[in-house]
């Protein structure tokens, strides 16, 4: 199975800070990684696709890169309205796995 | 406009049963993979399983294989997930979501187990 591990846990941002959240596999994993984010009480959204490619709708500001076993969701200039949890999330091989969350609060 | 409808969740005592289905449109429903994923309550997400397009090939987790099963029903749009023998542990709120990465969810429907 791989494990897919976040860092931080938690991180809490001034509005228009950049954010960086990091996933790590512990095997390659090629480009089969996703992002989402999760706002209490909602179903996950996607965010990123395929370690870069941004989904329809999603602002600008969401970025994502990396390769193998290390990735990176970058949030520039983060609104208010960002203030969620974060997973990643792998569909390289079975089981699919995700993170275990990071969450992003505003100051 | 894709929509993904959840129904079927509640209270159901250990070792009980519980069908959960998923009513889908605004997209071809017989063209996608379709996955069930679970969120316990205050914990991250975890894929339960997974149904190709025809329901011909099914996927599970090990927590969950042997005791669910999923299927489909591509004459009604509809994804289903028959859940038996159920543990405390099963308890969350269930998703089912298109294709991985899932680009559309459910709305999330809970599953309480509990005597």
């Known amino acids: 199975e791989v494990v897919l591990t976040q860092s931080p846990d938690f991180q809490s941002v001034t509005p228009k800070e950049k954010v960086t959240i990091t996933c790590r596999a512990s095997q390659s994993i090629g480009s089969s990684l996703h992002w989402y984010q999760q706002k209490p009480d909602q179903s996950p959204k996607l965010l990123i696709k395929?370690?870069?490619q941004s989904f329809s709708g999603v602002p600008s500001r969401f970025s994502g890169s990396g390769s193998g076993t290390d990735f990176t969701l970058t949030i520039n200039s983060l609104e208010a309205e960002d203030a969620a949890t974060y997973y990643c999330h792998q569909s390289s091989s079975l089981p699919f796995t995700f993170g275990p969350g990071t969450k992003v609060d505003i100051k | 406009e894709v929509h993904l409808v959840q129904s079927g969740g509640g209270l159901v005592q250990p070792g009980g049963s519980l069908r959960l289905s998923c009513a889908a449109s605004g997209f071809t429903f017989t063209t996608y993979w379709m996955h069930w994923v679970r969120q316990a309550p205050g914990k991250g997400l975890v894929w339960v399983s997974r149904?190709?397009?025809?329901?011909?090939?099914?996927n599970y987790a090990d927590s969950v294989k042997g005791r669910f099963t999923i299927s489909r029903d591509n004459a009604k749009n509809t994804l289903y997930l028959q859940m038996n023998s159920l543990r405390a542990e099963d308890t969350a709120v269930y998703y089912c979501?298109?294709?991985?990465?899932?680009?559309?969810w459910g709305q999330g429907t809970l599953v309480t187990v509990s005597s």
């Open positions: 149904i190709n397009s025809d329901g011909s090939d099914a």
């Open positions: 979501g298109r294709s991985a990465p899932t680009e559309y």
């Open positions: 395929f370690v870069s």
